[in-house]
C-alpha cells in the first residue's frame, strides 16, 4: 500500500519535514460550500482513493467541513498519536491491535451517540474504538497456475496441494511480511491463535521460497499478471474490488477457518474538533449499516458482509479487548517473529 | 343516655406501626448486608480474574539460552476483556528491573521479597485501577530471580457492576418492605377481630337482650368476656327486681283504684247538681286513666317477664283481633268512633295469645284515643308466607317527624298527645311483643289522608 501511495503523484506537497512520522499522501478535499470553515483532519492507513467517494458523501450532507486526508502505514499512525501527539481528528486503521492498544493507554476521546449506541457489542470497544467494517483475510490464487487443478479451499487442502506439486509452485507463493506489515503481523498472530497448520503452512512457503509483500494491493496485482500463482492471508475486500475490475484472479475464504478484521475508527485526544470527528463516526457507522440496507453500496467492505461465497460459520471475527495487547508486547513480538523467520526464511 | 369514651389511639394503628417500622429496619438491614455482600463478591471476583491473569503470565515467564522470556498468553489479558470493557494494563520486573509492559505502573502492595500475591487499588493513568501482583523465583546462572508480574484493571465495569447491585437490593429492599407491610397490615387486622367480633355481637342485641356472651374468644379476651358476663348478670337481677317492683306496685294500685271507681259510681247515682256530677265525673275519668296505665304496666312486666320464656302456640290471629275489638267497642263508642275488621278466613300464627292480644290491645287503644269523635278506624289483617300484619288505620292527626323515632320509646308520647290521657306505653308494649315474635312494629302516616297507621308484624311461621 505504501509502495503504491509513493507511485501514485502527490496532490499536495507534504511537509513531513515539520513532523517526524512519514506522510504517505495528503489530499485537501475543500469544503464543496467555499467557506473557510471546519476542517476535519483525518489520519488513515486507507489509500485516498478509496476513501475519495467516502469524503464525497460525508461533505454532501456537512457541506461546509473541508477534509484533510493524510494516509500513514498503520506503525506511523499509531507513533503520530502516541509519540509525536500529532493533532489529528479522526483515526481510521486497519491495524485493530494498535487502534486497541491506543484507546487503552487512554489516547482516544469516548464518544457516544445513537449511531454508536446501535453497534453490536463486538463492534464498540468502550465507546472509543468502533469497528465500521469487516474484512476477511483471504488466499488469491491465479486461475492460470492452477490449470488442471483444483482450487484449494483449505490450509490443509493448500499444504498438500503444494508439496505434491512442489515444482509448479516454487517461488511462486506470496504473503506478508509480517515484519514490515502491521496488518500482517496482525493476521499471522491471530492465525497462529487459531491452528497450529499456521506454522506448518509458513514452513511450507518457506520451502517454496515464498515472496515478502508489504501490501495486500501488490500481492494482488502480482497474482492477476501471473508473477505469483497464491497470495496468502490478502484482504478480501481489496481482491474482490480487483476482481470486479476484471483482474483474472479467484478469491477464496478459508473453510478451515477466515480470520476477519475489523477496520476501526478513533478519535485521539489530541482532535481539535471532536464533536466533528463524533458526527464522521456516526456517519461511517451510518453509512456502514444504512447504506448496505438500502442496497447502494460503500466503498469499504460492509460491516455486515455476509461474505460472498464465504462459509459464515468459519469466520474468526478478531475480537476487540485486552487481547490484542498480547502480540504487541515487544518479549512475545520478538519471540513470534524469531519462529516465523525460523520457518519462513529456513535458516 | 352514652358516656362518651376517649379513644386513647388505637391497637391496630398502633400495632400496624409497630409492625411497619421494624418491616423499614429490616429491609433496610436486608439492602445493606446484601449491598455489602454483593460489593465483596464483585471485588472478589474482579481480583480472582486479575490473579489468574497474573498466575498465567509468571506461569510463561521462563529462562531460554540464559535470558529471561515471557511468553504472555493469548489468554491472560484477553480473559479479562470477558468481563468488561475496561483498560488493562501489566508489567514483568525481574529482580525490580523492567523486563516488559507498562513501566510507569506504581507499586502497589507487594513489598519486596515477598512471595505470593497481593491485591490493591490505586490510580494509575487518571482512573482507579484495581491490580494484582504475585512474584515467583526463577533459577538463572547468576543466581536467583525474583519475578514480579502486576496486571491492573481500571474498574468502570466493576463500578457499573456494583451499582446495578446496589439497585438490585434497593428494589429487593422495598420489595421486602412492601410485602412485610402487607403482612403487617392483615397482621393487625386479624389480632383486632376478634374485638370486632365481640363489639358486633353485643351492640347488636336487642334492648331484652340480656344473655351472656358465649361465643368463643382469643385467651387474651376472656378475663374482659367474664367481666362483661358477670355485669350483664348484675343488671339482669337489677332490671328484673325493678320490674317486680313496678308490677307489685301497679297491682297494689289497681285494685284500691277499682274500690274507689266503685264507690265514685256509686256517689254519681246519688248526686244531682250538676256540677257535682261533672266533677265526679272527672274523678271516674281519672280514675280510668290511672288504672288502665297501671294495666299497662302491669302488662310491660308481664312482658318482660314472659319474654324470656315465650311459649309458642297456635293462635288463631282473625279471632283475637275480633276478641279485642268487641272488648274495646264501648270505649270507642263512647266517641262514635266504627271500628272495622277485614280479614282473612283464617289467620293463624304460633305465639304466646295473651302478649298477642295486648299488643293488638294497645295500638287499637291508642287509635281509639288520637282519633277524632265520629271518626273511622279500620283494622286490617294480611297474611304473607313469612309474615302475618296487623294494621290500624285512624284519622287521627298522625305522627310527626320526631315522633316516628321515639314514639315507641319508654313513656315518651307523640307531639299531638297533648290533651290525651295516656302513659305513653302502648306502643312500646307494642313493639316488644312484635320483636319477641319476631317481627316489630310499623309506624307511618296513611298516604293520601289523613291519619296514623301502625303496622304489627308477626313471624307466621
Known amino acids: 500500500m505504501r509502495l503504491v501511495g509513493l507511485g501514485i503523484a502527490l496532490s499536495v506537497v507534504v511537509t513531513a519535514a515539520a513532523q517526524a512520522f512519514e506522510i504517505e499522501e495528503q489530499r485537501l478535499?475543500?469544503?464543496?460550500?467555499?467557506?473557510?470553515?471546519?476542517?476535519?483532519?483525518?489520519?488513515?492507513?486507507?489509500?485516498?482513493?478509496?476513501?475519495?467517494?467516502?469524503?464525497?458523501?460525508?461533505?454532501?450532507?456537512?457541506?461546509?467541513?473541508?477534509?484533510?486526508?493524510?494516509?500513514?502505514?498503520?506503525?506511523?499512525?499509531?507513533?503520530?498519536?502516541?509519540?509525536?501527539?500529532?493533532?489529528?481528528?479522526?483515526?481510521?486503521?486497519?491495524?485493530?491491535?494498535?487502534?486497541?492498544?491506543?484507546?487503552?493507554?487512554?489516547?482516544?476521546?469516548?464518544?457516544?451517540s445513537a449511531d454508536t449506541e446501535r453497534l453490536p457489542d463486538w463492534a464498540n470497544w468502550r465507546d472509543q474504538v468502533?469497528?465500521?467494517?469487516?474484512?476477511?483475510?483471504?488466499?488469491?490464487?491465479?486461475?492460470?497456475?492452477?490449470?488442471?487443478?483444483?482450487?484449494?479451499?483449505?490450509?490443509?487442502?493448500?499444504?498438500?496441494?503444494?508439496?505434491?506439486?512442489?515444482?509448479?509452485?516454487?517461488?511462486?507463493?506470496?504473503?506478508?511480511?509480517?515484519?514490515?506489515?502491521?496488518?500482517?503481523?496482525?493476521?499471522?498472530?491471530?492465525?497462529?491463535?487459531?491452528?497450529?497448520?499456521?506454522?506448518?503452512?509458513?514452513?511450507?512457503?518457506?520451502?517454496?521460497?515464498?515472496?515478502?509483500?508489504?501490501?495486500?494491493?501488490?500481492?494482488?496485482?502480482?497474482?492477476?499478471?501471473?508473477?505469483?500463482?497464491?497470495?496468502?492471508?490478502?484482504?478480501?475486500?481489496?481482491?474482490?474490488?480487483?476482481?470486479?475490475?476484471?483482474?483474472?484472479?479467484?478469491?477464496?475464504?478459508?473453510?478451515d477457518f477466515t480470520t476477519v478484521m475489523l477496520r476501526t475508527a478513533v478519535i485521539p485526544t489530541s482532535a481539535e474538533s471532536p464533536a466533528l470527528a463524533g458526527s464522521f463516526v456516526d456517519f461511517l457507522i451510518a453509512a456502514n449499516w444504512e447504506w448496505l440496507e438500502q442496497g447502494d453500496g460503500t466503498p469499504f467492505a460492509p460491516i455486515l458482509a455476509s461474505g460472498e461465497g464465504g462459509d459464515p460459520g468459519a469466520r474468526r471475527p478478531i475480537r476487540i479487548g485486552p487481547g490484542l495487547l498480547v502480540f504487541l508486547d515487544p518479549l512475545k513480538r520478538k519471540r513470534f517473529l524469531s519462529e516465523w523467520q525460523d520457518a519462513i526464511l529456513q535458516r | 343516655m352514652t358516656a362518651d369514651v376517649q379513644p386513647s389511639g388505637s391497637i391496630r394503628r398502633r400495632l400496624t406501626l409497630q409492625l411497619l417500622f421494624s418491616a423499614a429496619l429490616l429491609a433496610g438491614l436486608l439492602f445493606a448486608v446484601v449491598q455489602n455482600f454483593a460489593r465483596e463478591v464483585a471485588e472478589e471476583s474482579q481480583d480472582s480474574v486479575l490473579l489468574a491473569s497474573v498466575t498465567s503470565i509468571l506461569d510463561a515467564v521462563t529462562v531460554q539460552e540464559g535470558?529471561?522470556?515471557?511468553?504472555?498468553?493469548?489468554?491472560?489479558?484477553?480473559?479479562?476483556?470477558?468481563?468488561?470493557?475496561?483498560?488493562?494494563?501489566?508489567?514483568?520486573?525481574?529482580n525490580g528491573e523492567m523486563l516488559t509492559g507498562y513501566a510507569d505502573l506504581p507499586d502497589m502492595g507487594l513489598s519486596e521479597g515477598e512471595i505470593g500475591s497481593v491485591a490493591a487499588t490505586g490510580t494509575y493513568a487518571g482512573e482507579s485501577v484495581r491490580m494484582v501482583s504475585a512474584s515467583r523465583r526463577i533459577a538463572l546462572e547468576g543466581g536467583p530471580v525474583e519475578v514480579v508480574v502486576s496486571v491492573a484493571q481500571t474498574r468502570s465495569g466493576h463500578m457499573r457492576r456494583i451499582r446495578q447491585i446496589s439497585r438490585d437490593s434497593l428494589v429487593l429492599g422495598i420489595g421486602f418492605f412492601a410485602i412485610a407491610a402487607l403482612f403487617a397490615v392483615l397482621a393487625a387486622q386479624s389480632t383486632v377481630r376478634p374485638l370486632n367480633v365481640l363489639t358486633g355481637s353485643v351492640s347488636r342485641r336487642g334492648p331484652q337482650d340480656l344473655r351472656p356472651v358465649t361465643g368463643s374468644v382469643p385467651s387474651e379476651m376472656v378475663p374482659l368476656v367474664r367481666s362483661l358476663n358477670r355485669f350483664i348478670a348484675r343488671l339482669k337481677i337489677t332490671l328484673s327486681r325493678s320490674e317486680d317492683f313496678i308490677a307489685e306496685a301497679a297491682h297494689r294500685v289497681r285494685t284500691p283504684l277499682a274500690t274507689v271507681r266503685a264507690q265514685a259510681e256509686v256517689a254519681l247515682q246519688r248526686v244531682e247538681k250538676p256540677e257535682n256530677r261533672q266533677s265526679l265525673k272527672d274523678m271516674i275519668r281519672a280514675i280510668d286513666e290511672s288504672s288502665r296505665a297501671a294495666g299497662q304496666l302491669l302488662d310491660h312486666a308481664m312482658i318482660t317477664f314472659r319474654s324470656d320464656q315465650l311459649e309458642h302456640r297456635e293462635i288463631d290471629l282473625r279471632e283475637l283481633v275480633m276478641e279485642t275489638v268487641e272488648r274495646l267497642r264501648p270505649v270507642a263508642g263512647l266517641k262514635d268512633?266504627?271500628?272495622?275488621?277485614?280479614?282473612?278466613?283464617?289467620?293463624?300464627?304460633?305465639?304466646?295469645?295473651?302478649?298477642?292480644q295486648s299488643a293488638i290491645g294497645n295500638v287499637i287503644d291508642n287509635a281509639i284515643k288520637y282519633s277524632p269523635a265520629e271518626s273511622d278506624i279500620e283494622v286490617e289483617l294480611e297474611a304473607g308466607s313469612e309474615r302475618a300484619v296487623v294494621r290500624v288505620l285512624d284519622e287521627g292527626p298522625g305522627f310527626g317527624d320526631e315522633d316516628l323515632h321515639n314514639a315507641t320509646r319508654r313513656f315518651a308520647r307523640g307531639r299531638n298527645s297533648e290533651g290525651t290521657v295516656g302513659s305513653g306505653l302502648g306502643l312500646t308494649i307494642a313493639e316488644d311483643v312484635a320483636?319477641?315474635?319476631?317481627?316489630?312494629?310499623?309506624?307511618?302516616?296513611?298516604?293520601g289522608e289523613k291519619g296514623a297507621c301502625v303496622s304489627l308484624v308477626l313471624a307466621s311461621r
Not at chain 1, 501490501?215 to 497464491?230: F, N, P, T
Open chain 1, 29 to 112: 478535499f475543500p469544503s464543496p460550500d467555499g467557506t473557510d470553515g471546519a476542517v476535519l483532519k483525518v489520519i488513515s492507513t486507507t489509500d485516498t482513493e478509496i476513501f475519495t467517494p467516502l469524503a464525497s458523501a460525508f461533505q454532501a450532507q456537512a457541506p461546509g467541513v473541508a477534509v484533510d486526508y493524510s494516509v500513514v502505514s498503520s506503525a506511523e499512525l499509531d507513533r503520530a498519536l502516541r509519540v509525536e501527539g500529532a493533532a489529528f481528528d479522526i483515526a481510521l486503521s486497519s491495524a485493530m491491535d494498535l487502534q486497541t492498544k491506543l484507546a487503552n493507554d487512554g489516547l482516544v476521546r469516548t464518544h457516544r
Open chain 1, 130 to 255: 468502533f469497528a465500521f467494517t469487516q474484512e476477511p483475510a483471504t488466499i488469491v490464487v491465479s486461475p492460470s497456475a492452477f490449470d488442471g487443478l483444483e482450487v484449494p479451499r483449505t490450509r490443509q487442502a493448500l499444504i498438500s496441494l503444494l508439496r505434491s506439486h512442489s515444482e509448479r509452485f516454487q517461488g511462486r507463493i506470496g504473503t506478508y511480511d509480517v515484519r514490515e506489515s502491521g496488518l500482517g503481523y496482525l493476521f499471522a498472530t491471530q492465525d497462529s491463535r487459531n491452528s497450529e497448520i499456521y506454522w506448518r503452512l509458513t514452513e511450507v512457503f518457506g520451502r517454496m521460497g515464498a515472496e515478502l509483500y508489504c501490501c495486500s494491493s501488490q500481492m494482488i496485482q502480482d497474482v492477476a499478471e501471473g508473477h505469483i500463482a497464491v497470495a496468502y492471508n490478502v484482504l478480501g475486500s481489496y481482491a474482490r474490488a480487483r476482481q470486479a475490475l476484471g483482474d483474472p484472479i479467484v478469491v477464496v475464504e478459508p473453510q
Open chain 2, 67 to 94: 535470558e529471561i522470556v515471557a511468553d504472555i498468553p493469548y489468554s491472560a489479558l484477553s480473559m479479562l476483556g470477558n468481563v468488561s470493557d475496561d483498560r488493562v494494563f501489566y508489567r514483568i520486573l525481574a
Open chain 2, 337 to 356: 268512633i266504627v271500628v272495622t275488621v277485614t280479614s282473612p278466613d283464617r289467620l293463624s300464627i304460633p305465639g304466646d295469645a295473651i302478649l298477642v
Open chain 2, 435 to 447: 320483636r319477641a315474635h319476631g317481627g316489630g312494629l310499623g309506624l307511618r302516616n296513611r298516604t
